[in-house]
Nanobody, 118 residues
Framework: QVQLVESGGGLVQAGGSLRLSCAAS????????MGWVRQAPGKEREFVAT????????GYGDSVKGRFTISKDSAKNTVYLQMNSLKPEDTAIYSC???????????WGQGTQVTVSS
């Protein structure tokens, strides 16, 4: 059973920083990628960042480029999201996603709340 446990969310003032973590367990063989999406109240889910598990190729949503950095620790099966220069519009529930080479479905964490005050 794949489990994703996110941590690091919270309340921060605009311009501040937070670091999210997502640890995978129960299914760490043949990981293809891990990443983050977010959803704000009343809005559609938005792609934030992704990283390939092999060579570490990264990708970012346009709204976070230059401010957020995704990284991984393969030994710990953990992905991180360093969020700098946070804006009130970054307020959302951030969820971790994992995909595998040998499974068609993706798995999601329960999410962690990030709130940025102006």
């Amino acid at each position: 059973q794949v489990q994703l446990v996110e941590s690091g969310g919270g309340l921060v003032q605009a311009g501040g920083s937070l670091r999210l973590s997502c640890a995978a367990s129960g299914g760490t063989f043949s990981i293809n990628s891990m990443g983050w999406v977010r959803q704000a109240p009343g809005k559609e889910r938005e792609f934030v960042a992704t990283i390939s598990w092999g060579v570490g190729i990264t990708g970012y949503g346009d709204s976070v480029k230059g401010r957020f950095t995704i990284s991984k620790d393969s030994a710990k099966n953990t992905v991180y999201l360093q969020m700098n220069s946070l804006k009130p519009e970054d307020t959302a529930i951030y969820s971790c996603k994992i995909t595998y080479h040998n499974r068609p479905e993706a798995y999601w964490g329960q999410g962690t709340q990030v709130t940025v005050s102006s």
